[in-house]
């Protein structure tokens, strides 16, 4: 497996604010995701970010709402941009190791409160 | 699509009581299965994994065993403890139409076990 990290753990934030969650490794990875876990809710994938381009995004996520970087194999930042109350939620990081085909390993999360 | 339906909670045991959470699904091709953790504050936890028919996954006394036949993949424990009190999620993965390995999650299942 691998030693995930994700800053903040938790933030609370005003409405219209944006920030930004950071993910990283311990080792290189080939891909990484980025989920939302609304209150109470399962996991929905938000989008895949790819190294050196653009992430891709699942149906109902867009790029000016949720922007993500991979600048290299082990780092990878969501922002949540212009926050309302419904953006509270977890925000969980994952990574699919080399050779590990389908299996994904989850960060701690973030847990984000928008008063 | 691909899709998972496991039992709805909560279940409350008692210690030592046997543990079964239901978990279904539907799929094209041969997903990857996986029941995932997750413990009160904390990010989600691999489990244990199944990646083919008649596979049965096991860790720390849980075991679940890939069903085919019947698409499931049910979670068992035979003597639960108050320390297995969590949110357990069961996972497949599949190929996405950009050729990447996508978790599709059910709705959870929280445990409770009481003294």
């Given at each position: ?115 | ?23 279904t ?7 990857s299965l ?8 904390e ?36 003597s ?36």
């Amino acid at each position: 497996s691998a030693v995930i990290s994700q800053k903040p753990s938790r933030d609370i934030c005003q409405r219209g604010t944006s920030l930004t969650i950071q993910c990283q490794v311990d080792s290189q990875v080939t891909m990484m995701f980025w989920y939302r876990q609304q209150p109470g809710q399962s996991l929905t994938l938000i989008a895949t970010a790819n190294q050196g381009s653009e992430a891709t995004y699942e149906s109902g996520f867009v790029i000016d709402k949720f922007p993500i970087s991979r600048p290299n194999l082990t780092f990878s930042t969501l922002t949540v941009s212009n926050m309302s109350p419904e953006d509270s939620s977890i925000y969980l990081c994952s990574v699919e190791l080399a050779g590990g085909r389908d299996t994904q390993y989850f960060g701690p999360g973030t847990r984000l409160t928008v008063l | 699509g691909d899709s998972v339906t496991q039992m709805e909670g909560p279940v409350t045991l008692s210690e030592e009581a046997f543990l079964t959470i239901n978990c279904t699904y539907t799929a094209t091709g041969y997903p990857s299965l996986f029941w995932y953790v997750q413990y009160p504050g904390e990010g989600l936890q691999l489990l244990l994994k199944a990646t083919k028919a008649d596979d049965k996954g096991s860790n720390k006394g849980f075991e679940a065993t890939y069903r085919k036949e019947t698409t499931s993949f049910h979670l068992e424990k035979g003597s639960v403890q108050v320390s297995d009190s969590a949110v357990y999620f069961c996972a497949l993965s599949a190929i996405s139409g950009a050729g990447s390995y996508q978790l599709t999650f059910g709705k959870g299942t929280k445990l409770s076990v009481i003294p």
